[in-house]
């Protein structure tokens, strides 16, 4: 029997709505299986518990979850107790960061019974490569002055060790699907980074003769993400362009609610964390109506991470005979709750493994 132990981090918001659901469907891929099991620990660190402790996590948070073989998240923030920057920097960026988990995979594709707002929806199946340890996500910087002379300066970091790493990640994930890789620049208008961004590329890109390759502006790019998606296989993307990417990336798939992600570390030395792509949807929460289908999808890809690949397949292919079937939320044009949505996914995998 494969044991796998799991710290869970709901977080805030309709976290605490698509994690439960999540875990349902993982409990029953493990009852599917039969040869793995899964311990889950849940924290409650949150908004909440910072409004109570004065942080987001407790001081030895991460030594607790570096045990783990993974952390499964929910999303954070809760702008009404606390501001988002505190928020995001006290748990989700810090485990990013100090887990090393220096790559953030973001895919999407079009999906059986989801009404995409594209009209024309061909079948697109891309994968960002997001860029999740440095870029324009930088405390380096500051503020000085009062009033009319108050500036804020703040800085992005790339390094050619970080830019090298996204880059490589992302050639050798294109040699294992369509062998296509596009990067994301903004070598016009950066005047530092993005040429050396350029410049990485250009290097990267010759040890992978057999992958193509293109080069668009990041805003000409996000255009092509709603007219020709189909074009793209593999994008590399630096922090703030990724992030900005997959939110696109979820939109013409139908619902941001979808779009999974998964952020690795490569080194093996911290556990990897899988959190979808959406937040915590303060206007939808408590209403029963968020859509568990990226958390779910995450969960999809934390079984490929443990090299459960067969039933991860399972898993996304239940999932979109279940949206085909029109068992919705609200978000992709259904009546179902979020937990008819999860109740409909765990039977119906419970079918497509005994027959
Ligand atoms: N990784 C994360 O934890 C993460 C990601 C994005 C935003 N946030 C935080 O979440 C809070 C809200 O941010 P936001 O409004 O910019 O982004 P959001 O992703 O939470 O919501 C954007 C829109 O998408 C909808 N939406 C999101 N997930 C959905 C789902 N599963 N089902 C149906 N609809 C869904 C929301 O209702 C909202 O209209 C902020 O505090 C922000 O900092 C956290
Ligand atoms: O900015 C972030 O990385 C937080 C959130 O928007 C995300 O995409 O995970
Ligand atoms: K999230
Ligand atoms: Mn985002």
Redesign the pocket.
Known sequence: MKKYEIAVIP?????KE?VPVSLKVLETVAEVHGGLKFEFQSFPWS?EYYIEHGKMMPEDGLKTLKNFESIF???????ALVP?HI??WGL?IKIRREFEQSINIRPAKYFKGLKSPLVNPNDFDLIVVRENSEGEYSEVGGRIHKGEDELAIQNAVFTKKGTERAMRYAFELAKKRRGHVTSATKSNGIFHSMPFWDEVFNVVKKEYQDVQTASYHIDALAAFFVTRPQIFDVIVASNLFGDILT?IGGAIMG????AP?ANINLNGKYPSMF??????????VGKG???????IWTAKMMLDHFGEEELGKKLLDVIEDVTNDGIK????GGTSS?EEVGDEICRRLKKAVSV
């Open positions: 977080g805030d918001g309709i976290g698509v908004s998240l929910g999303a954070i923030g809760n702008p988002d928020s995001l989700l939110d619902s941001i609610g979808i992600a959190e979808p792509v959406h937040g915590s949807a303060p206007d939808i109506i968020a859509n568990p289908i990226g958390q939320t609200p978000d992709i979020t």
